[in-house]
């Protein structure tokens, strides 16, 4: 099949969507429901009716854009990303593969293919954890893994609800009509910038994903006694920073005690109360995630954390308020969605390499409904969520092929 991608548009598009930004550069800060998100949406939205595609939201606000195919009742083969962004982000996570997709489908399009099964771009719902704390909420939703009551529960850090935030963007749609069933997709392909360093060490083009980390998040409350830094001596002292800190390298230790190269753990809150220099810190917030692409690992090191926690505060007497906020299943990308890369990749001859992704993305979640798979691109420096994160238009255009062709082969 003769394919040319319109470069010109995926850089009109890419700029397009980094231009809306919560916060001035340098950087994008994109929270979902926020204004900027809303903005980026209706440019996407006006891209896909240009492309001649049907679009849906659901009450989240998970956008569905089908290029119908020959046979519309056959399961459609999708792919897509998200556009929200953490403070200060890049401009090139997740919205590489929304653009991506769209301009995958349009260049089939112009290629005059005609695919059997439906194709369908997902825009995802807050992929980042910014608003409410929690990634991934719209394929969470969507495979199930968050119920409405659950959705319905969730808050902002000032308190606001999701209820009230999807409202006043006007997602009303009922949240138990989210869930999408399983076998929904044909398959699933989320095309990605690596956020790591080896395909750029290696001088690799692609990276053809085989599994995807399984991610869980401790939030950890810790409660001692202030006072003043001059007043109370030392072994009167109950400073949940101390606690804290102590915490934080057990949470270090705990990692590199799995006997898996592949568990990483970050305690990546550390917020302390009341905040003054002649002040004992008396209260602690910390967020700590753990994660692995094997379950076991993973879980060895949540339990060693959650041993090592309950010692250190039995000892500075401090009390603690320990919660699991998820402990999500790792996933393995489906064979025959990775044949269908690799066997791309050799039709184009682009040189691939398997790998691992630690961190996740939807894929992780649409893997529970349908046969998934992803392909990564370099990113400079393994640079990503910072406003110097860049992909090379090269890059993209050869992720962009090996989509465009893979997404034929898959929906054929």
């Known amino acids: 099949m003769n394919l040319s991608l319109d470069s010109g548009a995926m850089v009109a598009d890419l700029a397009a969507i980094a231009a809306h930004s919560d916060t001035p550069g340098p950087g994008v800060t994109r929270l979902v429901y926020g204004a900027a998100d809303l903005r980026a949406r209706a440019y996407l939205r006006e891209r896909c009716r240009e492309a001649g595609l049907e679009l849906r939201e659901d009450g989240l606000g998970n956008l569905f854009a089908r290029w119908h195919g020959s046979e519309p009742e056959l399961p459609a083969v999708a792919s897509g990303s998200h556009i929200d962004a953490i403070p200060h982000a890049g401009r090139f996570d997740g919205v590489v593969g929304v653009i991506g997709a769209l301009e995958a489908i349009r260049a089939l399009q112009r290629a005059g293919f005609r695919p059997r099964h439906s194709i369908e771009l997902i825009l995802f719902t807050s992929e980042e954890p910014t608003r409410f704390g929690i990634g991934c909420l719209g394929s969470r939703a969507l495979s199930g893994a968050l119920s409405p009551e659950q959705l319905r529960g969730l808050h902002d850090s000032e308190g606001r609800s999701l209820e009230s935030w999807r409202s006043e963007a006007q997602f009303v749609a009922p949240l138990e009509e989210v869930r999408l069933p399983v076998g929904s997709y044909a398959a699933f392909i989320e095309v990605h910038i690596e956020q790591g360093p080896l395909l750029e060490a290696e001088l690799v083009p692609i990276g053809v994903v085989r599994a995807i980390a399984a991610p869980a998040t401790l939030q950890l409350r810790l409660t001692g006694q202030t006072g003043h830094a001059g007043a109370v001596l030392m072994p009167e002292r109950r400073d949940a920073l101390l606690a804290g800190a102590e915490i934080a390298l057990a949470v270090e230790s705990a990692a590199l005690s799995t006997g898996s190269p592949h568990t990483v753990a970050t305690t990546g809150i550390f917020q302390i109360e009341p905040g003054a220099v002649n002040a004992i810190p008396g209260r602690a917030t910390l967020a700590i995630d753990v994660r692995d692409i094997a379950a076991a690992p993973r879980d060895q090191a949540l339990a060693t954390i959650r041993s090592a926690i309950e010692s250190i505060c039995g000892r500075r007497h401090i ?73 090379s238009l090269e890059h993209i255009l050869q992720g962009t092929a090996l989509l465009a062709h893979t997404l034929a082969r898959l929906s054929a």
Request: hydrophobic share 40%; charged share 20%; net charge negative.
């Open 319 to 391: 009390e603690y308020d320990l919660h699991l906020l998820n402990a999500d299943p790792p996933a393995s990308c489906h064979p025959d969605v990775i044949e269908a890369i690799i066997k791309t990749c050799d039709d184009l001859s682009l040189p691939r390499m398997m790998m691992v992704s630690r961190a996740y993305h939807d894929s992780l979640f649409m893997a529970s409904l349908c046969p998934t798979a992803m392909i990564f691109i370099p990113c400079r420096g393994g640079v990503s969520h910072r406003p110097d994160e860049e992909a």
